[in-house]
């Protein structure tokens, strides 16, 4: 590849011109404090930095910052740290799904509009790292991803926590009366212990799994811990990688092909990994003009094998998969399956990315003929209560929902299934299918992560912990059980789960892929007749935007006007 010379760099547009709008950049950075020697003709590295002091996942991202200027410098390069918006998952309301398409597009339109060659992108918690991956995918500039790597287990009397899904069933016991409000408190002193995104196969650690698996990150960088010392040691390589990209012109879509895209569901699938990643991995690969659909994520599941034991499917935390060898070991049990040709952010195949890798636990990360569950575990499921799809991830689920049918509940957004999940008049048995419209990318609004509807009390007083849930809605990748997840189209625009009524018989069943009604056509054609499209949440501002321009679940819920192709003019230097 032909190396790049300072005058073809981007930024030389800025910077190189004689004229008196490249005299006012060039002071302007002087007054910055800036020598010329410092930066002219030197690659300059935008460092997009999703830190904030609201977002636990990222606290320690300032710093790392620092560790990859230290880096941009060491290799030549002129950093410059821009901030972005930081989705923080525990606080931002109604969801962060709503706001993916806002950081993907100050991302593009960051790298775009200031002078920048290359971009080192800072991110981990959930939504954060396919919106900064798509905006960078948009962009094209070389771009490599620093995960925010995962927090440290947590612990409460002994026993080992994992963050999400241990709330979950704690909270189930503290509501069936297991644990008092001392034991909960304890808990909520003893789960996050330091910076990091979730330890277990959340989102968030799947989708930064997903990124190294894409090729955008260094080989190793997604598994380590975000208190380990070799974060920081990643966060400089980085830097001085970032650097080496803008020479080679070593950008994404140089990386990213549907060979790529396929390693990452391959991935995903062979982690136990969240149900989010179907959403995301689609927008993304929309970005990088390739073609990813439900059928790929299932053809794949049904022949790759969860090898990954970690919490929700498995046992243990992301601290002992770094222990056990991490994602590189993972990816090296799963070798034959995988695309080893192709080049990630190094330059380097992933047959050389994987020499030398080793499972140094076989029961954090199992061999291929011990698997934690022989199938990926995510299911594509279509019928006439999904006809665009739905997704369940049955390996954390109580198998005897794999088949089933029973009566519907139905609740008509979340409000209203807070208000009466714990009717006793309501006739719900462990046989019931709780049934949640309203909470789609329309209806949410933003697609929340309500899909883990709640268990009646009395249920789990009972010892119930396990129901069919079906909605429009996503889930927590820390969450569990039989959750049908997704349902396309939502209710909001007219889809059929918009038409179930209480008493209606719903079956799953997994094995055929099947999501039905068992309602006659003429009698849902009399109910959609009757239907009207509720009233949108939003009717100004950056949410009417997102009502007017958001695709369904099946399309990635990325913008429609993103998502196409289309020339964007280079912005002049003036």
Known sequence: MTRLRPEDLRSHAWYGDPGLRAFGHRSRTRQMGISAEEHLGKPVIGVINTWSEINPCHTHLRQRAEEVKRGVWQAGGYPVEMPAISLSEPFQKPSTMLYRNLLAMETEELLRSYPIDGAVLLGGCDKTTPALLMGAVSMDVPSVFVPAGPMLRGNWRGT?????SDVWKYWADKRAGVIGDQEWSELEDGIARSPGHCMTMGTASTMTSAAEALGMTLPGAASIPAADSAHARMAAASGRLAVEMVWNDRKPSTILDRRAYLDAVTTVLALGGSTNAVIHLIAMAGRSRVELTLDDFDELSRRVP????IRPTGA????????????????AQLRDLLHLDRINV???TQAEVLEGAEVYDADVIRPLDKPVWPEGGLAVLRGNLAPAGAVVKHA???PRFHRHTGPAVVFDGYQDLQRR??????????DTVLVLRGAGPHGGPGMPEYGMLPIPDRLLKQGVRDMLRISDARMSGTSYGACVLHVSPESHVGGPLALVRDGDLVTLDVAERRLSLEVSDTELAERRAAWTPPTPAYGRGYGALYLSHITQAEEGCDFDFLAREGEVAAPEAH
Do not use: K, W
């Not at 080992?160 to 999400?164: D, P």
């Not at 969860?306 to 034991?309: C, D, G, H, R």
């Not at 243990?316 to 990816?331: K, N, Q, T």
């Open 346 to 348: 190094t330059g380097r």
């Open 316 to 331: 243990y935390l992301m601290e002992d998969f770094f222990y056990a060898g991490g994602l590189r070991a993972l990816l």
């Open 396 to 398: 954390a689920a109580d």
């Open 306 to 309: 969860v090898l990954a034991n």
């Open 421 to 430: 999940i714990n009717d006793e008049s309501l006739p719900i048995t462990p």
């Open 160 to 164: 080992v926590l994992g963050s999400g």
